[in-house]
DNA sequence: GCGACATTGTTTTTT
DNA sequence: ACAATGTCGC
């Protein structure tokens, strides 16, 4: 068999990761060293030369868009549609497992899957249930509560007692959680993964079945797996499967979402006879790059260690830029572009990274007034908008009735006057009753226990659902969707309404009709899902860009953390400074600390050609000037590799060359931000910024004890420690 | 039910 | 500063 072409285009280290024996192979793969190609490569070598068949492979990946790009690329080499082979995300998998299996995991067949969103709701719904105050347990910490201890695989009756009475709460939230959901029939996003996990490891005949089918399982970005994610790795890979996983410690940038690094380090002690390959050659970017990448990443602790090298040449310098503000460094990097653009470069391949979202309002002013086109990834995906989420919420509660999720968020939506009073009937009508909202409904009024007005609201809400889940039968999966938008009365509504966003949102409708007619093609062997569920899941799935849309030649602009997987011609990674970048919530704990180290080598190895930092000396930030100090990190890049750029004679700071922040100006003598200080009363604390000069200048310290402050510095009397 | 005011938080994001 | 909620009065 003529096998060359699968080797051919690799180099030693690829190689032989590609074409190992079968084995449980980590692959740490540094940024740009060309992961996507081993792995495809190495599905490829698989089915090709090993004769694996393609139903016994499993490839795992985090996002639809990298399980997506995986089975493109798989099939183009293969040259066949890899029909029987799984690829997907996580969850996606885990979703077709109890589908498939819905009896044996306990789940009625028709559940339905919670988004974030929709989880956050129902989270609000029992803290009211257990009169829990909101502003003292906020839901935003409960839902990490459950959410993190599902992720590690802890069920409410697991958790030790510790006493703890904010836990002992926490646990009762998620104990009623769990009980609504299972109630209601539907799963969070952890719980996807959870029930995956319980149903094969208590149900010996599956898991066997699993485990002979799946000898082969691959994993993409090993790095970001979690607890769960790993433990269902090596259940379905069980004794005699392998593991192929490739990942990079250096890029591990979700420790903050449970994301356990560790896991590359246990992979060889848990699975036998690991074999670990470095891919170390770096295809993508110019040597100086590399070095400033190498030179930074080097400052973390307890890494595996890899260094990354190139063939090809220095190429041009690290351009720094010290901004006068955020405007100023907005301003610069516009008009870079621009020069970039007359050069004959293409805008789509320059990216503007930043720390955070909110900093991309400035460079979007600007590039707008310059009349550059630009594009900002992150925001509101179509599924996620309000009206879309309306229009599905109609459709699953005509699915299923005791959905009460969807039946809180539109009974009174569009508006048909049923008020908060009416609500709270029918909720205190279910709490007592142990009924859903429906059936609550549905008793209240046979109780007569509403006054005459809500009655005939609630009569006609109830009726609209009935007939439209009665009417909806036997028609096409559009126009299904078609049918329940026109007499729910949304389309009507959003019509109505006026104002620009009314008619985005009437668009976005139609939109959610024509997306519902593409997904007809795309049901495959819909195992026992009818279309609509099918499409349900997918909206809550694969709730992301309908696609890569008509690329136009645009500017990138997003975080850095949506930026891992990419490269361009220029990048220009911006808001360098302490508080920022490293941001302020992570300056404290090493570990956080190395995670935004991390973050920022992600940053510097996205750029092919050309990578130009930035950092501004003012920011208004949260309504206030800030004086920045430059980050850490400018000052942990090799001297060599890095260019100033300061045409404004009016910044004279030193930059480079100390990796110490820089000193206040003024009476401030001898205090630095990250500096240890005490105070009279307040005891010891860090600094953690400060703003004005003089005596006026303020300064905000973390005290131990007494928590954050801002003190006049000429009052405070801080001493240095 | 809706508009006017107040309060609140404000890293990163996928599924 | 600012947006996104929540609360209150009509």
Redesign the pocket.
């Given at each position: 068999m003529d096998i060359s072409d699968l080797l051919d285009e690799l180099n030693t280290a690829q190689r032989e990761a590609v074409s190992a024996p079968p084995g449980n192979i980590l692959v740490l793969a540094g940024a740009g060293s060309g992961k996507t190609r081993v792995l495809v490569h190495r599905i490829a070598w698989l089915v090709r030369v090993e004769q694996v068949s393609p139903y016994g492979v499993m490839a795992v990946t985090?996002?639809?868009?990298?399980?997506q790009e995986m089975r493109q690329r798989t099939e183009a080499l293969l040259g066949i549609p890899a029909a029987g082979m799984w690829v997907g995300?996580?969850?996606?998998i885990s979703?077709r497992l109890l589908r498939q299996h819905w009896q044996e995991a306990g789940l009625p067949q028709a559940f339905q899957i919670l988004?974030?969103q929709d989880q956050q709701r129902l989270i609000?719904r029992v803290l009211k249930s257990l009169e829990l105050d909101?502003?003292r347990w906020?839901p935003?910490q409960a839902a990490w509560f459950i959410n993190s201890r599902k992720e590690e695989g802890v069920r409410p009756g697991n958790i030790p007692d510790s006493g703890d009475l904010t836990t002992r709460q926490l646990i009762r939230v998620y104990t009623v959680y769990e009980e609504m959901c299972n109630r209601m029939g539907v799963i969070d996003?952890?719980e996807?993964l959870l029930r995956t996990l319980e149903l094969l490891r208590d149900n010996e005949a599956l898991l066997t079945h699993y485990q002979q089918r799946f000898r082969h399982v691959l994993v993409d970005e090993f790095q970001d797996t979690n607890s769960i994610q790993y433990a269902l790795l090596r259940l379905i890979a069980g004794k005699n499967g392998f593991v192929f996983a490739v990942g990079d410690d250096d890029q591990s940038?979700?420790g903050?979402?449970g994301a356990r690094i560790e896991n590359i380090q246990y992979f060889s002690k848990d699975l036998p006879n690991t074999q670990i390959i470095r891919l170390e050659q770096n295809y993508r970017s110019t040597g100086n790059i590399l070095k400033a990448a190498n030179c930074l990443i080097n400052k973390n602790q307890g890494r595996l260690g890899k260094e990354l090298w190139t063939d090809s040449g220095d190429g041009q310098l690290v351009d720094l830029y010290a901004a006068y503000n955020e405007i100023d460094e907005a301003r610069f990097v516009a008009e870079r572009v621009q020069q970039w653009v007359e050069g004959g470069g293409k805008r789509s391949e320059v990216a503007i990274l930043y720390?955070?979202?909110?900093?991309s309002r400035v460079f979007e002013e600007t590039f707008i007034a310059m009349q550059i086109p630009y594009r900002v990834?992150?925001g509101l995906?179509f599924f996620?908008r309000a009206e879309i989420k309306d229009a599905l919420a109609y459709i699953r509660l005509c699915v299923n009735h005791e959905d009460d999720a969807s039946f809180e968020r539109i009974v009174?939506q569009?508006?048909?006057?049923?008020?908060?009073r009416t609500l709270d009937m029918i909720r205190a009508t279910a709490r007592d009753q142990e009924l859903s909202q429906w059936r609550a409904a549905l008793h209240c009024m046979q109780t007569d226990s509403l006054s005459n007005r809500a009655m005939v609201?609630v009569q006609v809400f109830v009726q609209l659902i009935e007939r439209l889940s009665e009417q909806i039968q036997g028609l096409a999966l559009f126009e299904q969707v078609d049918h329940i938008l026109q007499l729910s009365g949304l389309l009507e509504h959003h019509t109505t309404e006026k104002g620009e966003k009314a008619q985005t949102r009437k668009e976005n409708l139609e939109e959610l009709v024509s997306a519902a007619r593409a997904f007809e093609y795309e049901v495959e062997e819909n195992e026992n899902l009818t279309p609509l569920d099918a499409f349900l899941a997918h909206a809550?799935?694969?709730?992301?860009e309908t696609q890569g849309d008509a690329w136009e030649d645009c500017v990138q602009m997003?975080?850095?953390?949506?930026a891992k997987g990419l490269e361009f011609q220029q990048v220009y990674l911006c808001g360098l400074e302490e508080g920022l970048f490293p941001?302020?919530?992570?300056m404290e704990e090493p570990g956080?600390l190395e995670?935004?180290r991390r973050?920022c080598y992600v940053g510097i190895t996205r750029a092919r050609q050309h990578l130009v930092l930035s950092f501004a000396e003012n920011r208004?930030l949260?309504?206030?000037e800030n004086f920045c100090v430059p980050s850490r990190f400018i000052g942990e890049l090799p001297a060599g590799q890095i260019q100033e750029i300061r045409p404004r004679a009016m910044v004279s700071r030193p930059i480079t060359h100390h990796s110490r922040p820089s000193r206040l100006g003024g009476s401030t003598e001898g205090i630095n931000v990250g500096q240890r200080v005490t105070h009279q009363k307040f005891g010891e604390g860090i600094v953690l910024n400060y703003e004005g000069h003089g005596s006026h200048a303020r300064v905000q310290v973390n005290f131990e004890k007494a928590g954050s402050k801002w003190l006049v510095l000429s009052y405070a009397n801080l001493t240095v420690l």
């Open positions: 985090f996002t639809n868009k990298a399980a995300t996580f969850h996606g979703h988004d974030a609000k909101e502003s906020p935003k996003f952890a996807l940038i979700y903050w979402r720390r955070s979202n909110a900093q990834y992150g995906r996620e009174n569009p508006p048909r006057g049923i008020g908060e609201a809550v799935l694969e709730s992301g997003m975080t850095l953390h949506s941001h302020q919530m992570s956080r995670e935004e973050l208004r949260h309504g206030r």
